[in-house]
């Protein structure tokens, strides 16, 4: 018992000192200077000669995550973003985790975005196009952008806009390790433009060639909206090409079996190589003997 009282003891005191520490260690942090919000970067022109570009690039990209963390949500200053990012893209364009981020992060920094923000947002995001041409992520990102995103008063221009958009969109569709769904977003916005052979051709490319079996029931079900004949007609060409697929090349993807087409037969029957034309006249000069 009375290793237990003196444990409970030593215990409380322990706590009685941790607690004093915690309350002289808040009094020390309220007497400390205000974060500056502001942060030296260096011009991009002057970027662009520095030695050890992508050490510098990977120094500047951790300082501007730093800075956007302390000053985003209250009244930091966070108008030094683009000069950060405009530094990082020209010392190291294939720094590829900076332009997703950036698509998002140069928007609705003070709440509600400004068309000015979300230009930027497109701009870094088409860099990020130009440097991974492959990646369906960043034509995804800026084309809701230009859709949905940019305005203007003028209908012509805003028409632009989405077509831009929706083109941007059917870009992202065909890209490696897009998700499938993203026909049927491209199908729509093709047809709130009016122009629905386009959304209809776009879908039958992509239901002829997905092996996603759930995105091609959702494709499928968007033409039966506007062709349901078409719809049908595409679900048993579908299956026909599945089942080809499944008996000639099962163990290559699919878009590489519809490139390929269907294995040679390993004997060549020349019968049916044959033609009943008369190729090289042989015919005709027997005839005038």
Request: glycine fraction near 6%; proline fraction near 6%; charge should be negative.
């Amino acid at each position: 018992m009375k290793a237990i009282a003196a444990g409970m003891v030593v215990a409380g005191l322990l706590w009685l000192g941790a607690d004093a520490l915690r309350s002289d260690a808040a009094a020390a942090r309220a007497r400390w200077p205000k974060t500056e919000s502001t942060s030296f970067v260096p011009p991009v022109e002057l970027a662009r000669f520095a030695p050890y570009r992508e050490v510098l690039a990977d120094l500047l990209w951790c300082r501007l995550l730093v800075y956007y963390g302390s000053n985003w949500g209250g009244d930091g200053d966070l108008s030094q973003v683009e000069d950060f990012l405009d530094d990082i893209v020209v010392l190291d364009p294939k720094l590829k985790a900076v332009y997703e981020w950036a698509g998002f992060a140069v928007a609705y920094r003070t709440g509600k975005a400004t068309q000015e923000e979300f230009w930027s947002s497109v701009r870094y995001l088409e860099l990020g196009m130009r440097a991974f041409p492959e990646e369906y992520r960043y034509p995804w990102q800026a084309g809701a952008r230009y859709y949905f995103d940019l305005w203007s008063p003028d209908e012509a221009i805003k028409r632009r806009y989405r077509e831009r958009g929706a083109e941007l969109i059917e870009r992202a569709m065909t890209r490696p390790n897009a998700p499938q769904d993203i026909a049927t977003t491209a199908a729509n916005m093709r047809s709130k433009l009016g122009q629905y052979h386009r959304a209809l051709d776009n879908l039958r490319e992509m239901i002829t060639s997905t092996s996603d079996d759930k995105a091609r029931r959702a494709m499928l079900r968007r033409v039966r909206i506007d062709d349901p004949d078409l719809a049908d007609e595409l679900a048993a060409a579908t299956a026909d090409l599945q089942a080809s697929w499944l008996s000639h090349m099962p163990m290559v993807p699919l878009d590489l079996f519809i490139l390929l087409g269907p294995a040679p037969p390993p004997v060549i029957d020349l019968g049916a190589l044959t033609t009943p034309r008369d190729l090289f006249g042989v015919g005709s000069s027997a005839g005038a003997e």
